[in-house]
C-alpha cells in the first residue's frame, strides 16, 4: 500500500485548529478507501517558535522537509513579529525554495456558499486561478538608498524572466486545453511598460503552441470589475504573483469568504515537495475558541488528494464540504452558524462515510 509522507506546519493562531481538522479528513479518507494511507509529521514552526528561538523554523528546515511527499500548512502571522519576518522567513522560504511556482486557487461558488452579488447564478462564478508564485513583484529585489534622510528612496523591483514567465504560462495553457476551457491572462501593460508588456508577447508567443484554446486579456483593473458584474467571463486564468494575490481575494469573497479559500503551491516536476493551504491567515482575534471555520483547511486537503491523483476522493470531500453548507446542520458563526471547529470537520467526516 502507498504511504504518503505530509510535514504538517499548523503555524499560527487558527492554524492549528483547522488543520487539525483537515488532518482528520485525510485520515478518513485514506482509511475508507484504502487504496493507500498518509503519515503524518508535526512541525512547531512560526511566530511562537520565532519569539523563543529568534527564527521561523529551524536552521536545517528545508533539508528536513524535502523528505516529505507534501506539505500542509495552518497559517502563518502573529502580533508581535512584524508581516515581512513570518512572510518571508518560512512561507516565502519555502515556495522559493522548492521552486512551487504553480500558485492554484479555485474560486468556484459551492452548493450552499454564500455570495454577495445580487442574482448570480452558482455556474457563473467557477474560476481556476494558476498565479505566477516564484518572482514578479514578490522576487524580493530591490534597494533602500539614503535611509533615514530626507533624501529616501526605496526600489522594489518586479523581476520577470523568460523561464518563469513562459513555464507558468504554458502550464495554465496546458490547464486549459486539458480542461477544455478558456484561457485569460490579466496584465497591466498599459502602465507597467517592461514586465507586463513582456508578459502579454510571451502569452501570445506560448498561444501559438495552443490554437485550439481560446483567449482572452484583460488589464487588472478592468479584470476587477469583470469578476463582479461579470464573472462567467472567467475560466481559468493566469496572472502575475502580485496580481493573482489581490484578485484571489476578491475571488474568494465572491465564492463564500476567505473561510472557504484554499490555495495549493506546486512544483509541478515533483523534485521538490509542493505545499497545500487555506489563505484565510490566522485571525488571532479568534484563535483558541474552536470558532474558525475549517472548511478552507478540508478544501487544501482535497487538493491534496488531486495532486496525488485521486481526484475522484477530491471531488468527493468537495461534495462533503457542500452538504455541510447546503443542510446547515454545522456550521461555524463566520457562516451564521453556531457550530465549533470540531463539530464542523465531525460533520464532514460523517458525510463522507455516506459519500464514499
Excluded at 509542493?274 to 487544501?300: R, V, Y
Excluded at 471531488?315 to 470540531?342: F, I, N, R, W, Y
Aim: charge should be negative; include cysteine; glycine fraction near 8%.
Amino acid at each position: 500500500m502507498k504511504v504518503y509522507k505530509i510535514a504538517v506546519i499548523p503555524g499560527d493562531g487558527i492554524g492549528p485548529e483547522v488543520i487539525e481538522e483537515g488532518v482528520k479528513v485525510l485520515k478518513k479518507v485514506a482509511a475508507l478507501d484504502k487504496r493507500f494511507q498518509f503519515e503524518f509529521t508535526y512541525f512547531p514552526w512560526g511566530c511562537e517558535f520565532y519569539l523563543e528561538n529568534g527564527k521561523m523554523m529551524d536552521d536545517n528546515g528545508m533539508e528536513i522537509l524535502q523528505e516529505f511527499d507534501a506539505i500542509y500548512l495552518g497559517a502563518v502571522g502573529y502580533p508581535g513579529v512584524p508581516d515581512h519576518v513570518s512572510l518571508w522567513d518560512l512561507l516565502l522560504r519555502i515556495r522559493k525554495g522548492f521552486d512551487q511556482y504553480v500558485n492554484i486557487r479555485p474560486i468556484t461558488l459551492l452548493k450552499g456558499a454564500p455570495c454577495p452579488l445580487k442574482d448570480v447564478k452558482r455556474e457563473d462564478i467557477d474560476m481556476l486561478v494558476i498565479r505566477e508564485n516564484s518572482e514578479g513583484e514578490y522576487a524580493g529585489a530591490g534597494d533602500w538608498l539614503f535611509k533615514g534622510k530626507p533624501e529616501e528612496v526605496v526600489l522594489q523591483t518586479g523581476v520577470f524572466s523568460r523561464k518563469g514567465t513562459e513555464r507558468i504560462i504554458r502550464y495554465a495553457y496546458e490547464t486549459a486545453r486539458h480542461m477544455n476551457k478558456s484561457l485569460t491572462s490579466i496584465s497591466k501593460g498599459n502602465a507597467l511598460n517592461y514586465s507586463m508588456v513582456f508578459w502579454d508577447e510571451i502569452f501570445e508567443e506560448v498561444g501559438k503552441d495552443y490554437p485550439d484554446v481560446k483567449t482572452y486579456s484583460y488589464l487588472v483593473d478592468a479584470a476587477a470589475m469583470f469578476m463582479v458584474k461579470q464573472p462567467e467571463r472567467f475560466e481559468v486564468v493566469v496572472t502575475s504573483n502580485l496580481f493573482g494575490d489581490i484578485l484571489t481575494d476578491l475571488g474568494a469573497a465572491l465564492a463564500g469568504g476567505l473561510g472557504l479559500a484554499a490555495g495549493a503551491n506546486i512544483n509541478p516536476e515533483k523534485i521538490y515537495p509542493s505545499m497545500f493551504e487555506p489563505i484565510h491567515g490566522s485571525a488571532p482575534d479568534i484563535a483558541g475558541k474552536n470558532i474558525a471555520n475549517p472548511l478552507a483547511a478540508i478544501w487544501s486537503a482535497s487538493q491534496i488528494l488531486d495532486f496525488f491523483g485521486y481526484q475522484d476522493l477530491g471531488e468527493k470531500v468537495l461534495k462533503a464540504v457542500e452538504q455541510v453548507m447546503v443542510e446547515k446542520v454545522a456550521l461555524t458563526p463566520d457562516m451564521e452558524g453556531t457550530a465549533s471547529t470540531s463539530e464542523v470537520g465531525d460533520r464532514v467526516l460523517f458525510l463522507l462515510s455516506e459519500i464514499l
